[in-house]
């Protein structure tokens, strides 16, 4: 820009001159030209003006040389100049062009990436489902191959059957024979003149072991249920239904069930009484039994096993809360009736079994036992038992049985009533005799009389689960005529002077502590009592009969074991009757504790355990008429030690 400013300048300064240099020259021109004479002149030599405007002149032309040249170039200038400009406004058009081009290519690029990214999160999605399908797939796979080898029930048409079963080597001590299986007969236990009282036994078992199985179908809005378990101690011959059903083989439970969505349930077949603790609500098959290995389980427990019929209806949800109420029909039984004193004989409350009628008809074990005192005259009684093993109530009603189970999360409460019936046929007693001789008449000439006598009871339990470590529980049954339900089955009733049957008060209970130490060990402890009230009458003569009259002597309870089997000799003499022992039990109590271990807890192969428990029994009887050596109330021992080896099928 500094090179065009200053060609402008001495083209100015050029123009100015050339203005003057023509005046001049025509100055001299104008001058009146002399006449010469044609001849060559010699060049006149120049003036130092005319040298200075020579160069002057040269020196114009050539800035003029170099002005157009100037010009030249810069009109070479000017031109590329616009070609410059127009180049740029050419490039700023293409770079807008391409700046157009580069934010559509942009976009249609941030567009592919999201269609990429959509693309690639579709892939991936695509990738999760089907690596997840093949997870499905493969569990699947699995899982239908596991339920071909190993299905945990079997299918036969709609129906679905769960296998149950365990195999049991066991064994007991006794520090006093009862010749018995593991299971204890409590009301057994012998007294030191009973010459079984002086041995101890060992005896192992195989016959609790145990098959069944549970049925279910879904019938849409029914499901239907049956279930079944048998074991191996049945008796044979001297089988009986007084608590269980101890047939060969043993029918311990079997029955049909059909529930319905609103929580209604109705169960017919040999079960356990509702009287026995459930785990939840009133349901078959949660019911609890103590941790023993004892099958007479343990002094003061509730129960019985014996066909009925049962009706339930739950409120709620067993998870959150729930009430259940339930009402049973069942078997009835007369156990243990007992009778001390001189007693008329002219009654019956039952029979032998007949065996085209599948009852036993084995001789029963009802016999009867005659005491004298040292008095002077002697004053004598008879008691007389009947054990009922194989002999038959003539019920004239089921036992009747209702309860209500309330159900939280970490607590289970019962309540229920039991009302019994206990009929007897006799003829009426007309006189009695005289004190000391007691004789009985009776009238036959209008056929026999029929009494009944209302009984029963009530009962509870209350179970606590302290979070998974450990749970303590009681239960207690109290009323007349409600031994049977009781594990030592004590007696249910005695004889009134008029021979109609009176129903004995009885009360049972048992209290439980079961912890859970670690996840393959449990140890429990309980403690339960069974008792029997003094039921005595006094006859018109003066006679105490009934039970546990006071007059029975029980003078001959520790004396040693006299010598009058005539069986002895042939090495099976033993016997649990003590000789002169005639008061019958008052009370029966028995502390236990024990260990479960389980080696192997498997769903898939199934459960290995060993046990091990100890139990000390102490029965007292009512006191009689003693001597010096014989307390008023004599009471017998029995310790005991159970153990057992277990596998239980998954």
């Given amino acids: ?38 001849h060559v002149e010699k060049p006149k030599p120049e003036t130092e003006s ?41 490039a700023q058009a293409q770079a807008a062009a391409a700046a157009t081009a580069a934010a559509q290519a942009q976009a249609a690029a941030a567009a592919n990436a999201t269609k990429v990214d959509s693309l690639s999160s579709t892939v991936t999605d695509l990738k999760s489902t089907d690596a997840g399908l093949t997870e499905t797939v493969v ?13 945990t029930v079997l299918h036969y048409k709609g129906i679905n059957i769960t296998p149950v079963a365990f195999f049991a080597a066991e064994g007991v001590w006794r520090q006093h024979s009862v010749n018995s299986d593991v299971n204890t007969p409590f009301n057994s236990i012998p007294f030191p003149s009973a010459n079984e009282g002086h041995v101890s036994e060992l005896n192992f078992s195989g016959r609790q072991s145990r098959l069944g199985g549970l049925f ?3 019938a849409g809005n029914y499901t239907l249920s049956g279930y079944f378990e048998a074991d191996f101690l049945g008796t044979g011959t001297s089988s009986n239904n007084n608590q269980s059903n101890s047939y060969v083989l043993r029918q311990r439970q079997i029955w049909g069930k059909v529930a319905t969505q609103g929580g209604f349930t109705a169960t017919g077949g040999q079960m356990w009484s509702l009287v026995t603790e459930d785990r939840r609500g009133t349901d078959a098959r949660t019911e609890i039994q103590p941790q023993t290995i004892d099958s007479q389980y343990l002094v003061g427990y509730s129960w019985t096993r014996q066909p009925g019929f ?42 032998l079994g007949q065996n085209g009628g599948l009852y036993n008809s084995a001789a029963s074990t009802a016999s009867a036992t005659t005491t004298c005192t040292t008095a002077s005259p002697p004053v004598c009684t008879t008691t007389v038992t009947t054990g009922n093993i194989t002999s038959y109530a003539n019920n004239v009603a089921p036992d009747f049985i209702v309860k209500g189970a309330f159900d939280l999360p970490l607590v289970h409460v019962e309540v229920g009533g039991i009302a019994r019936f206990l009929r007897d046929e006799y003829y009426p007693v007309t006189t009695t005799g005289t004190g000391g001789t007691p004789t009985y008449t009776y009238n036959t000439a209008n056929g026999l009389s029929s009494h009944t006598s209302a009984a029963g009871g009530v009962f509870g339990s209350a179970r606590v689960y302290l979070a998974k470590f450990a749970e303590v529980a009681v239960q207690a049954m109290a009323g007349q005529g409600v031994g049977r339900y009781g594990s030592s089955q004590l007696a249910d009733a005695t004889l009134r002077p008029d021979e109609t049957l009176e129903p004995i008060r009885n009360y049972h209970g048992l209290l439980s502590l079961e912890t859970h130490p670690a996840p393959k060990l449990d140890v429990y402890f309980y403690y339960g009592g069974e008792y029997a009230q003094r039921t005595v009458y006094t006859t018109a003569a003066g006679n105490l009969i009934g039970y546990g009259p006071q007059n029975l002597s029980n003078a001959g309870c520790y004396n040693e074991p006299a010598a009058v089997s005539t069986t002895i000799g042939t090495g099976v003499g033993g016997t649990l009757s003590a000789t002169t022992c005639g008061s019958p039990t008052r009370y029966i109590q028995e502390a236990m504790g024990g260990l479960t271990y389980r080696v192997v807890n498997s ?31 004599p009471r017998a021992t029995e310790p005991m030690i159970h153990v057992s080896m277990r596998y239980y099928i998954p």
């Fill in 216 to 218: 279910e179908g879904n």
């Fill in 1 to 38: 820009m500094k090179q065009v400013k200053m060609l402008a300048a001495i083209l100015m300064a050029a123009a100015v001159f050339s203005a003057q240099l023509p005046a001049q020259a025509q100055t001299e021109t104008t001058t009146p030209a002399k006449p010469h004479k044609k």
């Fill in 50 to 90: 005319e040298k200075q405007i020579r160069e002057l002149r040269e020196q114009m032309q050539a800035q003029q040389g170099q002005i157009d040249a100037l010009q030249s170039q810069l009109s070479g200038k000017s031109q590329q100049a616009a070609t410059a400009q127009q180049s740029a406004a050419d």
């Fill in 603 to 633: 769903p898939k192969y199934g459960r290995l355990q060993y046990q091990l428990t100890y139990s000390y029994i102490q029965r007292n009887l009512w006191s009689g008429v003693g001597s010096a050596t014989t307390p008023t109330g």
């Fill in 310 to 351: 049962r009706v339930q209806q739950r409120f709620g949800n067993y998870n959150t809360g729930a009430f259940t109420i339930a009402a049973s029909a069942e078997q009835a039984q007369i156990t243990s009736f007992t009778a001390g004193g001189t007693i008329p004989n002219q009654y019956f409350f039952g029979g």
């Fill in 139 to 151: 569990a699947n796979q699995a899982k239908v191959e596991d339920e071909i080898n190993s299905p």
